[in-house]
């Protein structure tokens, strides 16, 4: 069992940032491709990052490309989601999600273990 918490989340204006942490336990952290997953009312589940097992291969859904970053630090056992140039649109609960796949997995149904889920509210 892979065990993930969220953390970060919050209200901020738009054009703002913010930087999300997924702390994992339970199992080797560097055994699992890693990803990120939002969702806003009324609207399902949708990718917004994911990352390989060592950090050195990356995607973005199109909607945040060139504003959100992803990374990893194995040592930590932790993935990140730092967040830029904020739109009201990106306000959601967002997952953190970690997958058997060692490589970037980018389907929720691939993802083994999921989080809680933090709340982000961007303000226009």
């Known amino acids: 069992q892979v065990q993930l918490v969220e953390s970060g989340g919050g209200l901020v204006q738009a054009g703002g940032s913010l930087r999300l942490s997924c702390a994992a336990s339970?199992?080797?952290?560097?055994?699992?491709?890693m990803g990120w997953f939002r969702q806003a009312p009324g609207k399902e589940r949708e990718f917004v990052a994911a990352?390989?097992?060592?950090?050195?291969?990356?995607d973005y859904a199109r909607s945040v490309k060139g504003r959100f970053t992803i990374s990893r630090d194995n040592a930590k056992n932790t993935v990140y989601l730092q967040m830029s140039s904020l739109k009201p649109e990106d306000t959601a609960v967002y997952y953190c999600?970690?997958?058997?796949?060692?490589?970037?997995?980018?389907?929720?149904?691939?993802?083994?273990?999921w989080g809680q889920g933090t709340q982000v509210t961007v303000s226009s």
């Open positions: 999600g970690a997958s058997e796949y060692t490589i970037v997995v980018v389907n929720t149904n691939q993802y083994n273990y």
């Open positions: 339970g199992r080797t952290f560097s055994n699992y491709g």
């Open positions: 990352i390989n097992w060592n950090g050195a291969n990356t």
